[in-house]
């Protein structure tokens, strides 16, 4: 597995201190993106959290998912969460060192009091006597927020730094791109009232669930709550490895209701993904879990059509020009300013996640801008399926008679793919194993990539000879 390091440097370490009239969190933050560009030690916030036990409970739990790792437990996993300002709301994020589960803490505009919230993306130092102090926060004790350096050091840059050196795995940074895909394909399925949502939560915990089964387990609506299911039917939403909804258990007492989305499914579906959201005074905690514990969302392949035509490549770059660190894209919107279709701007959207520049809130069925500091094209050059299919048509191994594409496969065998709807199957074993579960294979890449290329190639000779 490819990793790289990111150096993460903090001004000091983030504390929470004891001030006059209560106390003051103060979280430090690294080098960032903002609308006037790269900043060492950006400055989002500064004031007051209209609830301050649930807002460190909900922090607490992003930072559990970012220290945990829910398959290969044995091996490390500490990432500092990501912040981002969106004008009106401050989102924490976090990746399970694993890669398959996506927790991110929305504090709402309901939930703040004070300056008005920055704009722009950087991570923030959680440390464990953070962590410590945070748990002991009571439900009276007013808490002053600070995200970024005080006032003064903003100006004033010289002194220590605490730095931290992370490794950032490829499958990591894809997860990020693949959780907001498939999130965006999400719907609303339950909502629990309070009492349902604490008596399903603790039942879980109680269940041992932990390895019992083989099988995915799913849940259906029954009245208020949820009641368990052996297999996928209608309106059904997959729960795979229920334990990885621990972090819920932070905020659990405080929680007014539990909103449960996932996508469309239908007798004897595969294993799916789903998002599993505690509505809290003015935020909102959600944890996306991938369909598997080891299974992470980096291998779903959710955005390799988009990242498969250049077509999307110049799309993303003109729609990331219009982004403006909006808390809720409109794609209409973008659609109107750029000129684009609906179903283009979507697929621009899609490729600027790849990035890190766009995340999905399902509890608003929008997306949302953040800048994370990854690499686009890094995130593209190691995905396999991608450059496999890439090889393929550079090898001239793809032919398209009508609805059926030929690929002639690196050790001679001929695979066959079928559009059916807009839809391709393959004859590979891929396809076979996953029918489409987890994106498209090599092969039917390929294809759409030839077709895709004959498209263009046929419409700039209409508009060259004069046909529009």
């Known amino acids: 597995m490819t990793r790289s390091l990111q150096a993460v440097a903090y001004r000091r370490p983030s504390v929470l201190t004891s001030a006059a009239g209560g106390a003051l969190l103060g979280l430090e933050t690294s080098g960032g993106s903002t609308p006037s560009g790269a900043v060492d030690h950006p400055r989002f916030f500064s004031g007051f959290l209209t609830s301050p036990q649930v807002a460190s409970a909900g922090l607490l739990a992003v930072a559990d998912v970012a220290a945990a790792r829910y398959f290969q437990r044995q091996l490390r996993a500490l990432l500092d969460p990501v912040v981002t300002g969106n004008g009106d709301r401050l989102r924490f994020e976090s990746f399970s060192g694993c890669g398959g589960v996506y927790a991110r803490l929305d504090v709402l505009e309901t939930g703040l009091d004070g300056d008005e919230v920055g704009h722009g993306t950087t991570n923030v130092d959680v440390n464990n006597p953070l962590r410590e102090a945070l748990s002991r926060i009571g439900g009276d004790d007013p808490l002053h927020l600070r995200v970024g350096p005080e006032e003064m050091a903003v100006t004033t840059l010289d002194g220590p730094v605490v730095e931290k050196k992370v490794p950032l795995p490829d499958r990591w940074l894809r997860g990020f791109a693949e959780a907001q895909v ?13 009492a ?31 009641r368990p299911t052996t297999r996928a039917v209608p309106g059904a939403v997959c729960l795979p490895e229920p334990e990885r909804l621990v972090a819920l258990q932070r905020v659990l007492r405080h929680a007014t209701a539990l909103r449960v989305y ?10 799916t993904s789903s998002a599993w959201e505690a509505v809290l005074p003015g935020m909102r905690l959600t944890l996306t879990l991938s369909p598997d514990a080891s299974r992470g969302f980096s291998g779903e392949g959710g955005v390799l059509n988009a990242l498969a035509t250049d077509e999307a490549a110049a799309d993303a770059e003109l729609i990331s020009v219009l982004l403006s660190w909006e808390p809720r894209i409109d794609v209409a919107d973008l659609a109107t300013a750029s000129g684009l ?9 899609i490729r600027l996640g790849t990035s890190g520049r766009v995340g999905y809130d399902t509890a608003e069925a929008a997306y949302f801008h953040r800048e994370l500091p990854y690499d686009a094209e890094r995130v593209e050059r190691h995905n396999p399926r991608l450059r496999s299919a890439r090889d393929l048509v550079a090898a001239g191994a793809v032919t398209v008679d009508g609805t059926l594409g030929t690929v002639t496969a690196e050790d001679g065998h001929v695979h066959r793919v079928r559009d059916e709807g807009g839809v391709l199957s393959c004859s590979c074993l891929w396809w076979a194993r996953y029918r489409g579960g987890r994106g498209p294979c090599k092969h039917a890449l390929a294809v759409r990539m030839v077709r895709r290329g004959a498209a263009v190639e046929r419409e700039t000779v209409r508009v060259d000879g004069g046909v529009r």
């Open 182 to 194: 498939i999130a965006a394909g999400f719907d609303l399925r339950a909502e629990l009232p309070a």
């Open 196 to 226: 349902e949502a604490v008596r399903f939560l603790r039942s879980l915990s109680r269940g041992g669930t932990r390895g019992t089964s083989v099988h995915p387990r799913w849940v259906v609506p029954a009245g208020r709550g949820l």
């Open 262 to 271: 996932g996508p469309a499914t239908a007798v004897g579906s595969a294993a």
């Open 341 to 349: 279709s609906a179903e283009r701007v979507r697929a621009a959207l």
